[in-house]
């Protein structure tokens, strides 16, 4: 079957470093993606990754393993405004999306 | 820039009864998508067109119906709702269906009592 694991929650520091890991399985795949979420909002686009490695965008990264099914966001520097939902889908061989629960993440001050 | 636009924002309907939710995009994407969010759950697809005239079912199709009559427009029926459909209904919308990047709208908040 077509499964995203990643965790439900984390907490971290203001201005500190968060790693967020997502693993999936998927029938055949074609990218990984990050989207970000604010409560009651609607999902942004963050990231996409296809090939194996680190894509930094500013305060963001995102690192892929596909030989492993992994992937991990990671957000350096912090802020408040960092708090939210961090959406991990992996695309499989028909080209749709298949979508982890979420990790909220709550920044404290 | 309007990008994605979905109506009503909220609703709450009584069971049994019909529902369509609005979804126009102004962006001449052709691939459109409507997804639905429960709390605890990913998002799960309901329907998907790849381009405008066809449409396709995604992982959770039942009690659902979609049309793609033109680029813009992808409407999302409940033909009788139940209790069970309460939930967070958002349309997105990208470029080609190999594109990756969604574009959401911000949402339709349905309560079916």
């Given at each position: 079957g077509q499964n995203i694991d990643q965790p439900t929650e984390m907490t971290a520091t203001e201005g500190a470093i968060v790693q967020i890991n997502c693993t999936y399985q998927t029938s055949g795949f074609n990218g990984l993606f990050w989207y970000q979420q604010h409560a009651g909002e609607a999902p942004t686009f963050l990231s996409y990754n296809v090939l194996d490695g680190l894509e930094e965008k500013g305060r963001f990264s995102s690192f892929l393993s596909r030989s492993k099914g992994y992937s991990y966001l990671l957000l350096k520097?912090?802020?408040?405004?960092?708090?939210a939902s961090y959406l991990c889908a992996a695309r499989d061989s028909n080209y749709q999306l298949i979508w982890g629960a979420g990790t909220k993440l709550i920044i404290k001050p | 820039i309007a990008g994605i636009t979905q109506a009503p924002t909220s609703q709450i309907l009584a069971a049994g009864r019909r529902m369509t939710l609005r979804c126009t995009q102004d962006m001449r994407h052709n691939a459109m998508y409507w997804y639905r969010q429960d709390l605890g759950l990913g998002l799960r697809l309901i329907h998907y067109s790849n381009t405008a005239g066809t449409t396709g079912k995604g992982e959770v199709p039942d009690g659902y119906s979609v049309s793609r009559a033109n680029t813009d427009d992808f409407p999302l029926t409940l033909a009788s709702a139940v209790p069970s459909q309460t939930s967070v209904y958002f349309c997105a919308s990208s470029a080609l269906v190999e594109t990756g990047e969604l574009f959401f709208g911000e949402g339709s908040r349905l309560t079916v009592l």
């Open positions: 520097e912090l802020q408040m405004k960092d708090s | -």
